[in-house]
Each structure stands twice: as C-alpha cells, then as structure tokens.
C-alpha cells in the first residue's frame, strides 16, 4: 500500500510558476497526471525510482521540470511560464522503479491539488 498526498497547487497568472510536491510513504516511480474539465487525463511528467530517468509531455518539455529527493518519498513538479491551458487537476501516481507515460500502468494515486492559471 502506498499513499501519497500532493500539495501546492493553487491560483496563479498566467507566465507566472508553481511548484508542486508530493509525498509518498515509500519510493517508487512517480508520474504526474492532469485532467481539465471535461477532458482525459494526460500525461504530464514521470521520474525513475532513482531519479536517473525523466519522461515529459512533448507539449509541456521545456516549462515542466519533475524532481525529486529519494529520503523524503518526494517528487517535485516546477512548472514555469503557465498558461491557462495548464488549468487542471494535478494528480501523482506511483508503480514499480520505471517510469511510465501510461496512465494504466500506476497502481496508487494522490488525490490531486487544483491548478488554476488566469488571463
């Protein structure tokens, strides 16, 4: 069983950043997942184990960068020059040691923190 709990989400204008962080009770590979209103959930960002492999979005490569510090069970999402297309619910998810881009391929997930970038 792993939980995990994410946080920073919260309202910014566009080109501004946020940094969200998420906090599981073990290490595994972690992935970043969004959905909008009405919209599938995507792929956002994901990150090995060890943090020796990152996958991004082609879309999101260049603003996203996904991080994180193995003793706390964290991973980190920086997100610089959002825009409002970025609005959504972000959400971690966890599975073995490889990352994925695969949505079906986690097996935990967080409960999500609102990310909302205004005009």
């Known amino acids: 069983q792993v939980q995990l709990v994410e946080s920073g989400g919260g309202l910014v204008q566009a080109g501004g950043s946020l940094r969200l962080s998420c906090t599981a009770s073990s290490n595994h590979a972690m992935g970043w997942f969004r959905q909008a209103p009405g919209q599938e959930r995507e792929f956002v960002a994901a990150?090995?184990?060890?943090?020796?492999?990152?996958y991004y979005a082609d879309s999101l490569k260049g603003r996203f960068t996904i991080s994180r510090e193995i003793a706390k069970n964290t991973v980190y999402l920086q997100m610089n020059s959002l825009k409002v297309e970025d609005t959504a619910v972000y959400s971690c998810?966890?599975?073995?040691?490889?990352?994925?881009?695969?949505?079906?391929?986690?097996?935990?997930w967080g409960q999500g923190t609102q990310v909302t970038v205004s005009s």
């Open positions: 998810a966890a599975r073995y040691l490889t990352p994925s881009r695969t949505r079906t391929d986690y097996h935990y």
């Open positions: 990150i090995s184990w060890n943090g020796g492999t990152t």
